[in-house]
């Protein structure tokens, strides 16, 4: 409930800027939480440049444009709605809810995910996956399971970074060849769900 008198005093505190977010709660929640079994990802404390850079990928078509990418065309559909004004209005108000750690940890291999997060990952996303605004690289602590591995993959098979424009999509793409099998991949999740905590 914490969660929710808090972002009751931001309503108060900024009217505007809930209600434009209203539409996009109905899938990442009211406090920006993510919804696991809907595919939305947490929200709450990610950085505004980089919400307001994948909203703006889903309205021009940079992000979610292929045929496979079931929840990025829902998304594209949704950011067409926004002007750009609305984009930066959802994009603030998100980075200043308080982050909400994921509420499952999944099993893995910590050592092993340690090991290739900070030789793969961690320059980019922090030593302990909080982000790095100056790098555009976003806060990885935050976001399920579920939906890292769902993100990963759809940079290995091509449905994320792949269009010209998303630079930072394409250094994404090449980076996910760098994680040998699949049990590589989850020990690395499960490491990163390992640091996650509210902020």
Known sequence: M???MWVAIIV??????AVTY??????HGEAGQGDIELGAPALAGQGAHYLERQLQYFKSGVR??????NRGLQMQSIADTL????ISIVANY????????PAIVPEGNLKNGNNYYQSKCGACHGGQAQGNPSLNAPALSILN????KQQFQGFQWGLRGTHPQDKYGRQMKMMSTSLPTDKDLDDVIAYIQSMAKPL
């Open 145 to 148: 399971g579920t939906y890292l």
């Open 83 to 86: 002007s750009d004004e609305d």
């Open 22 to 27: 209203q539409s996009c709660a109905v899938c």
């Open 94 to 101: 998100l980075s200043a809810l308080p982050r909400i750690a």
């Open 2 to 4: 914490t969660g929710f």
């Open 12 to 17: 108060q505190a900024d009217p505007d800027a």
């Open 64 to 69: 979610g444009s292929d045929p496979r990418d």
